[in-house]
Nanobody, 126 residues
């Protein structure tokens, strides 16, 4: 089993920045393709960004491309999401997720992920 724990959420004004972290523990002898998703109240869980096992390939939703940056530190087994130019519509619970080690690439489909964190709240005030 793999455990994922997010941190770094909080309240920020529009135009501000936050950096989310996701620490992995447990069966982490292999790296994982990983991703970030978010869910606003009353809405479905939406894809935000994904990264390959090596970190060489990244993918973003159109809503965040150019403002958010996904990265990873495989030595620390930690995933990051740098969020800049935040907007009120970015308000949501943000989840990190990991795919089975069988897969090298990230995915924009939440069903492709096997492990999930508990989420961290991000609130952007106008």
């Amino acid at each position: 089993q793999v455990q994922l724990v997010e941190s770094g959420g909080g309240l920020v004004q529009a135009g501000g920045s936050l950096r989310l972290s996701c620490a992995a523990s447990g069966r982490t002898s292999s790296s994982f393709a990983m991703g970030w998703f978010r869910q606003a109240p009353g809405k479905e869980r939406d894809f935000v960004a994904a990264i390959s096992r090596s970190g060489g390939s990244t993918y973003y939703s159109s809503a965040v491309k150019g403002r958010f940056t996904i990265s990873r530190d495989n030595a620390k087994i930690t995933l990051y999401l740098q969020m800049n130019s935040l907007k009120p519509e970015d308000t949501a619970v943000y989840y990190c997720a990991a795919r089975s080690p069988r897969y090298n690439s990230g995915s924009d489909r939440f069903r492709d992920y096997d492990y999930w964190g508990q989420g961290t709240q991000v609130t952007v005030s106008s």
